[in-house]
């Protein structure tokens, strides 16, 4: 088995419902059966859209210090972040890329279009990523945008809500109804407030699709 | 704000809900105001009841990494293990004593007895405690010692069900029959499986009183 180093804190309640869906993905009949996790939750990594220099320099050295006590796989439950991978990159060990491992899970899924619930940042990583397999990806417009926003600052300040749980679903319903054939859950906030129940087409969810890469990884 | 540095993995479970605690706990308006948290969730410490060298040895390793990653204020979910507590202290950084913390907050709701449900570990920990400072531990008895420890492994294995809920129940009410007028939920798996409205009298969960401790600590 091998050890877990988690980025975390992009944001806290998202890296804490990551750790719990690894747990849920291991099989396990008792403690030892489960995956060590070294984790820096940094709840104060500069803002991945404004000072994404600064930003990858934090990572960068939260990804050294997860390998001096012991990481041996690195992961970051936060898609946005994930613009600044080549600073987690340069500590040298592995990294599960969450946006290549979504865009492969979404594949088999591939019906249409691909509908994307993310940041700014992160519809950016996933519309790329899609458009180099050839899928064709669904955005989320005009005050949509925005109400995409107010829905994950909400998660950020605790809620987690019905009426915040409402609006997401009505983003999602947008995305299908502009074309999509399947909706990427591209931000690690949204999985806290849609389940796959919620949505008419198949939801692929990015926390859960990299929790079970690293479980995968380290039980390997 | 300081950094918490958490030993963790004694469960697993156990840990990731004291952290969803932890934020629960923490005023916040969004990612910032949230308390770093440098963690090594280990589920590979040696047993601390068979192998109490080797564990409080791995134990003090831990500490001292955390601290060369940055850990100002270390804290471990887990009662069992305070019987290692020495080996954390030597790395020289505060250490909030879950067992000190808890029974401090039990002394308002002490009426007769205070019932302990814990690994036989903890209880002789609790015990001891609560007798230094005139309280009356009140304990499980026979089977339900046994009782107790199946619904604890139970969790391990990943059963917070029903039946395991209405056991642990059992057990709280088995205690007040035998003169408790609070029961410490004195063991990180408890409150998986019983909440504060399952129990007739007051119910002082150990986990909670360090996520509270700990928030107090780390946002002085």
Request: charged share 15%.
């Given at each position: ?10 944001g ?77 990159e340069?500590a ?23 509908g ?14 899609l ?8 955005l ?21 809500g019905?009426?915040?749980r ?28 849609l389940a ?25």
């Amino acid at each position: 088995m091998r050890t877990l180093g988690v980025l975390g804190g992009m944001g806290p309640a998202a890296t804490v419902a990551f750790l719990a869906r690894v747990q849920a993905l291991t099989p396990a009949q008792g403690d030892a059966d489960h995956i060590r996790v070294v984790m820096d939750l940094n709840p104060q990594v500069p803002d991945r859209n404004t000072r994404p220099g600064e930003a990858e320099a934090e990572l960068a050295a939260m990804a050294l210090r997860l390998k001096t006590v012991g990481a041996e796989v690195l992961a970051m439950p936060c898609n946005t972040a994930h613009a600044q991978k080549a600073g987690i990159e340069a500590a040298g060990l592995p990294f599960i890329d969450m946006i290549a491992a979504t865009v492969a899970a979404v594949m088999p899924h591939n019906a249409g279009g691909v509908g994307i619930l993310a940041t700014p940042g992160g519809e950016a990583l996933y519309r790329a990523a899609l458009e180099a397999e050839g899928m064709r990806p669904v955005l989320l417009e005009g005050t949509d945008r925005d109400a995409f926003m107010a829905c994950v600052y909400g998660v950020k300040r605790g809620d987690s809500g019905a009426d915040n749980r409402a609006a997401m679903q009505r983003l999602a319903g947008a995305l299908i109804a502009a074309g999509a054939g399947a909706v990427i859950a591209g931000c690690t906030e949204v999985p806290l407030l849609l389940a796959a129940a919620d949505v008419a087409v198949p939801l692929v969810d990015s926390a859960e699709v990299l929790a079970q890469a690293c479980v995968v990884a380290c039980r390997a």
